[in-house]
């Protein structure tokens, strides 16, 4: 019966890993195929580098990343901190289910939807091109408000609501009470979601799709173009850098996690 | 100075000034934010459905639907096989983890969610290397003399790749589910003379339900609606709703029936899962009165 199970799990987590071991192998492949190996090198990942498009997409994922998180952040954790405070039951449990809509819905429908507003919205205007780097850090602000609301909102709990209290009975302001200390407790929050925000913003492909213009596109939307056609080991190799990446920033995330619920195992309230 | 004052000051008369900034005002950026790109947005969904392309009001996009009833159809079939297929590979793997020692627990987790973060057109096209006509596969085959095989293009290449794509949000949350169960149920069913496989079927998995729901609809929802896929794993003779979805709304001339198409499958998807929920928490109460 052991066996039986370790069996099976070896062959689903090996059916999981293969193809992309694979694909991580024949990005060092000296030769010009996808299909056999003859040895060893780094020329597609000098080959890469060299390419121009692939840095451009790379430079607007980042920036891209970096502000749809920054502003998830603010708006997010705000938001988190008033739902907190919420008390009209009714008004709580809306603005709750709106904010799980875009991580319910299939991604299609949020990229498409989010498209059609702008669409209509440029035509109003009557722009030439309704899609921009502006409607991408809308939509991936949108899907990543979620994200740090679900991070911030957990903290906000386990926050002994008398603590802003106690520190305004010392003396705080209702501004210092918050900086000093509720801000002080929800911190490890707020960062978790604010890097899940910039993973989720770097990965995203659907969303960016439909919400992306001509002149500012990301690295998943050159990767897909890319798909179209017949691939050579370099995308391969851009392959393996993207995973490279993403794993580390998930891993970063992961080990934050769980040193955090260590750490409240261990420590307590003081 | 500050400290005295409030000692001085006995606790009912000290009021305090609220800055309404900390308040519930705080969640009002976030409020017209979703008011205005996840209300609005849906609205423009139902107003493009409705209207042609000169704006004026129409039932002919919901008319059209009737031609892409075939595809619709194939894209439910589709999903609901993988997910079938990931229920009946995922809810015995969940098992085996909830049941292996802590330590081992976390490392097996954690590789379950590694290829989860991969980007999904990458671990798509990473199956596509290699069950492709020149891929791995048939290399292997024809080292030891057999026959290649064509495997793009084909239905089973579609599903095999939803399987794979989405696989890890059937085990995660069935999980879930199954480690915060109380063991000592178990051993009342032994007890009770249960054996391990009533003792199973009576309490784990009557008990796992919730985590099942969740996993159903965290892989069908993804698989229904996908594109990518089946353009790469299909092989371009296997379309499907979204890809369908995709063509007609990147045209502006088709716009209205692409954005008729996904209101239906929208509101097709919100049925099925309040359905889906419901049907969880009747199993919950259940639970509870067993």
């Keep these: ?270 | 100075m500050n400290k005295n004052i409030a000692e001085a000051v006995p606790p009912p008369e000290r009021k305090r000034v609220k800055l309404p900034i900390f308040s519930e005002i705080a969640a009002v950026p976030h409020m017209v934010w979703l008011a205005l790109f996840v209300v609005l947005p849906l609205i423009f969904v139902v107003y493009y459905a409705f209207t042609d392309i000169k704006g004026d009001f129409t039932f002919a996009n919901i008319a059209a639907l009737s031609q892409h009833a075939g595809t619709f159809l194939t894209s439910v079939c589709y999903a609901l096989i993988a997910t079938a297929i990931c229920l009946l590979i995922g809810y015995p793997l969940a098992f085996a983890i909830s049941r292996a020692s802590a330590k081992r627990q976390g490392l097996l987790i954690m590789l379950l969610m590694i290829p989860m973060w991969m980007n999904l057109l990458i671990r798509t096209y990473s199956l596509m290397a290699i069950l492709d006509d020149g891929g791995i596969i048939n290399g292997l085959l024809s080292a030891v003399g057999l026959p290649e095989l064509h495997i793009i293009g084909t239905a089973g290449a579609v599903i095999f790749g939803m399987v794979y794509d989405f696989f890890p949000y059937m085990v995660l949350p069935i999980y879930s589910v199954m480690t915060k169960q109380d063991t000592r149920l178990i051993e009342a069913a032994y007890d009770l003379g249960c054996n391990r496989l009533s003792a199973h079927f009576k309490v784990t998995l009557p008990l796992s339900v919730p985590g099942i729901v969740s996993g159903i609809t965290m892989v069908f929802v993804p698989s229904i609606s996908t594109f990518y896929i089946s353009q790469k794993l299909g092989g371009g003779t296997k379309e499907l709703i979204g890809d369908t979805i995709e063509r007609q709304i990147n045209n502006p001339a088709t716009r209205n029936v692409g954005a008729a198409i996904s209101l239906v499958m929208m509101i097709l998807i919100l049925i099925s899962v309040t359905v889906m929920n419901k049907f969880s928490d009747d199993d919950d109460k259940g639970g509870v009165i067993i």
């Design chain 1, 1 to 270: 019966m052991k066996a039986l199970s370790r069996a099976f799990m070896i062959l689903i987590f090996g059916i999981l890993y293969v193809p992309m071991m694979i694909l991580v192998l024949f990005s060092f492949n000296k030769d010009n195929s996808t299909g056999s190996f003859g040895g060893f090198s780094l020329r597609w990942y000098g080959e890469l580098f060299s390419n121009a498009d692939a840095f451009v997409a790379l430079r607007n994922t980042l920036i891209l990343a970096v502000c749809s998180a920054a502003l998830a952040t603010v708006i997010g954790t705000l938001a988190a901190v008033g739902m907190h405070k919420m008390k009209n039951k009714y008004v709580k449990g809306a603005v709750n289910s709106l904010t799980n809509v875009p991580m319910m819905n299939p991604e299609i429908v949020t990229g498409i939807s989010m498209m059609l507003l702008f669409v209509f919205v440029g035509g109003m205007l009557h722009l030439t091109n309704s899609l921009s780097f502006w409607t991408m850090l809308i939509a991936h602000t949108t899907f990543n408000l979620p994200y740090v609301i679900l991070s911030v909102m957990p903290k906000l709990r386990q926050m002994d609501k008398h603590l802003p209290e106690a520190a305004m009975d010392l003396g705080c302001t209702q501004l210092q009470a918050f900086f000093k200390v509720e801000l002080h407790q929800i911190l490890p929050g707020i960062i978790t979601g604010a890097m899940m925000a910039f993973t989720m913003s770097l990965d995203d492909f659907v969303i960016s799709l439909f919400t992306s213009g001509i002149d500012f596109q990301t690295l998943p939307i050159y990767i897909y173009t890319m798909t179209k056609k017949k691939v050579t080991p370099d995308v391969y190799a851009l392959f393996t850098l993207m995973m490279a990446i993403i794993f580390l920033l998930m891993l970063l995330i992961q080990l934050r996690r769980s040193g955090e619920s260590s750490k409240e195992k261990n420590g307590g309230k003081g």
